[in-house]
Nanobody, 119 residues
Framework: VQLVESGGGFAEPGGSLTLSCLAS????????RAWYRQVPGKQREMVAEIDAGDQIHYADFAKGRFTASLDRPENTVYLHMNALTPEDTAIYSC??????????????WGQGTQVTVAS
């Protein structure tokens, strides 16, 4: 599975950005998707997760501001981010988990996209 994120960039505080993550390759085994972010020197943290039942779970900092969505036919997951603050500055990456042949087959990560929030 290959994952390619796009949509990162600069935003002013209070602004919005939408990230996209396109999956290709052996996508039939994907059963869960997630967005993570990481600030240099800090631990990577989950932002939003779409589980195998398409239920979406958000980190506390993302609730009410970020919305994850899935376009299954397009194999694309989105992260709509509103009310951005400088604390949201990070590299955002998408991850998928795969399961087929009756077993967990592993996780795949995109290369990440930089989001910078500054005035």
């Amino acid at each position: 599975v290959q994952l390619v994120e796009s949509g990162g960039g600069f935003a002013e505080p209070g602004g919005s950005l939408t990230l996209s993550c396109l999956a290709s390759g052996s996508t039939f085994g994907i059963y869960a998707r997630a967005w993570y972010r990481q600030v240099p020197g800090k631990q990577r943290e989950m932002v939003a997760e779409i589980d195998a039942g398409d239920q979406i779970h958000y980190a506390d900092f993302a609730k009410g501001r970020f919305t994850a969505s899935l376009d299954r036919p397009e194999n694309t997951v989105y992260l709509h981010m509103n009310a951005l603050t400088p604390e949201d500055t990070a590299i955002y990456s998408c991850k998928v988990d795969t399961y087929y042949a009756g077993a967990y087959q592993g996780e795949y990560w995109g290369q990440g996209t930089q989001v910078t929030v500054a005035s």
